[in-house]
């Protein structure tokens, strides 16, 4: 079985997310306005793991009132080339790029596609060049629960997924496709964090200086 990958998926992008996750337009729009309350006039966010911009679409109206840049990051060449959002899309891989002093970074289910090594890197890094008074927001997978309770949130994602449309072979054999792919994040990758959303083993968290200050060089 081959592995799952968003290359020559782009055309397909958009519905198959929203029938994998239903919630997803809530989250989208919920890392927006979260977002917002730290988007400052001329201020600078990256949209980082954009596929194609619908991070970048919720926030349009703040960016144009605010006069605020965004750069969206990609790794996956067609993702970038099907980006339909505001600000610049730009092909680099998130765990390399040269980030700018910001005042937003918004990492929409991007982490759990990145090794652990990598991302303990880049989440390094962004908390480095993070402004005084902006934040960094995760939404991502995380590791299940444990005991009892794992078995139940893991059967209410599926569940969520077969009532949205999808059949269960497609929800099996896209699991299958993930293995050694898509590697759910630990919280203790990105604390300490305040957890804003969860729905069975998704969540969202902010990150500001004020919780989580830069260690001193």
């Not at 055309?11 to 977002?35: C, K, M, N, T």
């Not at 201020?43 to 970048?56: A, M, R």
């Not at 444990?146 to 929800?171: C, F, I, M």
């Amino acid at each position: 079985m081959t592995d799952w990958t968003f290359r020559g998926f782009e055309g397909a992008f958009d519905a198959h997310v929203r029938e994998q996750l239903p919630w997803y337009e809530l989250a989208s729009d919920a890392a927006a306005l979260i977002a917002r309350h730290y988007i400052p006039k001329g201020g600078l966010v990256y949209d980082i793991g954009c596929s194609t911009g619908n991070v970048g679409r919720a926030l349009a109206g703040v960016l144009e009132e605010r006069q605020a840049q965004l750069i969206a990051l990609d790794e996956c060449p067609d993702m970038v080339r099907a980006y339909q959002a505001p600000g610049t899309a730009i092909c680099a891989d998130a765990a390399t790029f040269d980030y700018q002093p910001f005042d937003v970074a918004i990492l929409f289910l991007t982490l759990m596609f990145l090794p652990v090594s990598q991302r303990l890197k880049l989440l390094a890094h962004l908390r480095a060049s993070l402004k005084p008074g902006g934040c960094i927001v995760v939404f991502d997978k995380s590791v299940t629960a444990p005991g009892y309770e794992g078995t139940v949130l893991a059967r209410l994602t599926w569940h969520n997924k077969l009532q949205s449309g999808a059949t269960p072979h497609d929800v099996a054999e896209k699991e299958m496709k993930l293995i050694g792919v898509q590697r759910p994040i630990d919280r203790r990758e990105i604390d300490p964090a305040i957890e804003v959303f969860r729905f069975a083993d998704f969540g969202g968290w902010i990150i500001t200086p004020e919780i989580n200050p830069c260690p001193s060089a």
